[in-house]
T-cell receptor, first 115, second 111 residues
Framework: DADVTQTPRNRITKTGKRIMLECSQT?????MYWYRQDPGLGLRLIYY???????NKGEISDGYSVSRQAQAKFSLSLESAIPNQTALYFC??????????????FGPGTRLTVL | LAKTTQPISMDSYEGQEVNITCSHN???????ITWYQQFPSQGPRFIIQ???TKVTNEVASLFIPADRKSSTLSLPRVSLSDTAVYYC????????????FGKGTKLSVIP
């Protein structure tokens, strides 16, 4: 979805380096998410945020941190990257619905390689 | 927590109707069933959502029996561009936002 952008799109880094992945959205949604996807597997939730002051851990938050700088921006940081964090990372947004599950809108992904 | 089970892969010829069935035996009373589509190296895209009976949009139909323990995504007259992974999701946490993406069903459309 072009309304959700991620930078960088590709990144190669070395073990121990700090790296930040950024996500911006123009959809005006309050809820934002970070997922990772490993080859042949589904997506796993890392962190999610319901508004600027709300941050929650997901299924696999160890080794990651996030910052919600504004409604439109949600950054994911790897404080000290390790090779098993090599994956495809997706940011998503949603708005709460009355009735039904949120529809999540995903960015194009960031392919991260940790050597 | 409602766990979903769906076939790992399916093949279909162009022009055929494809039905992908997902089981969710422990679905909660208030849970909706949502399907997403993912192309290689792209983020998932919402296809359709339903609670019971039948839902249809411009892309697909979703059939949900009365007991809601399963659902079937129906793609009419598939084309090569429908080759993708299809995920069946039921909320996994205390709220509709916790979506657990399993491995999905990899649909390959053959010319």
């Amino acid at each position: 979805d072009a309304d959700v952008t991620q930078t960088p799109r590709n990144r190669i880094t070395k073990t121990g380096k700090r790296i930040m992945l950024e996500c911006s959205q123009t959809k005006g949604h309050d809820r934002m998410y970070w997922y990772r996807q490993d080859p042949g597997l589904g997506l796993r939730l890392i962190y999610y945020s319901f508004d600027v002051k709300d941050i929650n851990k997901g299924e696999i938050s160890d080794g990651y941190s996030v910052s919600r700088q504004a409604q439109a921006k949600f950054s994911l940081s790897l404080e000290s990257a390790i090779p098993n964090q090599t994956a495809l990372y997706f940011c998503a947004t949603s708005d709460p619905r009355t009735g039904g599950a949120d529809t999540q809108y995903f960015g194009p992904g960031t392919r991260l390689t940790v050597l | 927590l409602a766990k979903t089970t769906q076939p790992i892969s399916m093949d279909s010829y162009e022009g055929q109707e494809v039905n992908i069935t997902c089981s969710h035996n422990n679905i909660a009373t208030n849970d909706y069933i949502t399907w997403y589509q993912q192309f290689p190296s792209q983020g998932p895209r919402f296809i359709i959502q339903g609670y019971k009976t039948k839902v249809t949009n411009e892309v697909a139909s979703l059939f949900i029996p009365a007991d809601r323990k399963s659902s079937t995504l129906s793609l009419p007259r598939v084309s090569l561009s429908d080759t993708a992974v299809y995920y069946c999701l039921v909320p996994s946490g205390a709220g509709s936002y916790q979506l657990t993406f399993g491995k999905g069903t990899k649909l390959s459309v053959i010319p």
